[in-house]
């Protein structure tokens, strides 16, 4: 789930699941496990996201299932030692409220702000508005003036993950909890994805996936893992002929030197072929699915966010 508002997250929940809660922390005085701006959805039968865990999040589910059944709106600033035995020494002002279609509709940003008393709009939450409208600016989730703001979410980096074979469904299961992440998922069949598709990742089939990469934005990062390293060769050509943010393909070091033979012959210079990285994941871990998305994992984060970046074309 992303850092601030996922107004997209939040309509695809509400899509499956009817009305929903939206769990999120407003603000925080002392340690706590998460910051403001953290949030969770919660519905009859399930959760996603995190606020940070523990007595706290299993306190705040339950009174997030509760509020299902009525509606609205409710404020709850818990001390963590006191209240909860939490070894955090801090306190969480904690805002749920239930979402539905009709509730989401007008919702835009950048910013989004509710009064949480009732009470009209102050000057300060104004000028916060007025100066996200005219200058773009994000500020982070706070309670000012008995008003909830936060930021519309806005993923930092897309990945492209091409195959929804066991190490794809591993890399999703890993990749899509985490914020600031936009995940597009591809394969050649529906029935190559699970039977139930994760929240979160766009899930797209077509028997031509190759051709999907013209629509790929120049600043995605490409995962290649089919089950044919013909089609992972295409990709390969077609992502490094587009320019991309980062090219990753699953295989070894036999797989890489001979893609790198053939991509040469399609035209590519050894500058572009640097860009791919193979294989990916972390050998040392092993070659288990899980194994190799963790390792996937852990690379990605290491990374230096690049902005723009491109592959030399």
């Known amino acids: ?12 929940a509400v899509a499956r699941h009817g009305r929903v809660a939206r769990v999120v922390v407003g603000a925080v005085e002392g340690s706590a496990p998460r910051g403001p701006g953290a949030a969770m ?3 009859a039968g399930g959760a996603r996201g995190t606020i940070g865990g523990g007595a706290l999040e299993w306190e705040a589910i339950a009174r997030a299932r509760a509020l299902l059944a009525e509606g609205g709106l409710r404020v709850d600033r818990r001390p963590l030692g006191p209240a909860l035995g939490q070894c955090c020494g801090g306190s969480v002002t904690l805002v749920t409220e ?24 102050g000057l300060e939450v104004r000028r916060l508005l007025d100066r996200a409208r005219r200058e773009g600016a994000r500020p982070p989730a706070q309670i000012r003036q008995g008003w909830l703001i936060e930021p519309l ?7 492209w993950i091409w195959g929804a074979g066991h190490v794809g469904r591993a890399l999703v299961a890993v990749l899509s909890p985490l914020p600031d992440l936009a995940l597009t998922w591809i394969d050649v069949a529906r029935d190559r994805f699970p039977e139930i598709l994760p929240e979160g990742p766009r899930a797209i089939w077509t028997p031509r996936p190759e051709e999907l990469v013209a629509h790929a934005p120049p600043h995605a990062e ?34 890489a030197a001979r893609f790198r033979g ?4 399609l035209g590519h ?45």
């Open 153 to 159: 979410a806005l993923p930092e980096r897309e990945i």
């Open 262 to 265: 053939r991509l040469r012959a």
């Open 1 to 12: 789930m992303a850092e601030g508002f996922d107004l997209g997250g939040l309509r695809a």
């Open 222 to 255: 490409h995962l290649v893992l089919t089950f044919s390293h013909a089609l992972d060769l295409e990709l390969c050509h077609r992502i490094l002929s587009r320019g991309a943010a980062g090219l990753g393909v699953i295989g070894s070091a036999t797989k």
């Open 269 to 313: 210079s050894d500058g572009q072929i640097a860009h791919m990285v193979c294989p990916i994941g972390d050998k040392s871990l092993g070659k288990h699915p899980q194994a190799i998305a963790l390792g996937v994992a852990v690379g990605l984060l290491g990374q230096k966010r690049r902005v723009g970046a491109e592959i030399a074309s």
């Open 98 to 121: 239930v979402w539905d279609a009709a509730a989401l509709d007008g919702i835009e940003g950048p910013l989004v702000a509710r009064s949480l008393d009732g009470r009209p709009m």
């Open 41 to 43: 959805l919660v519905w």
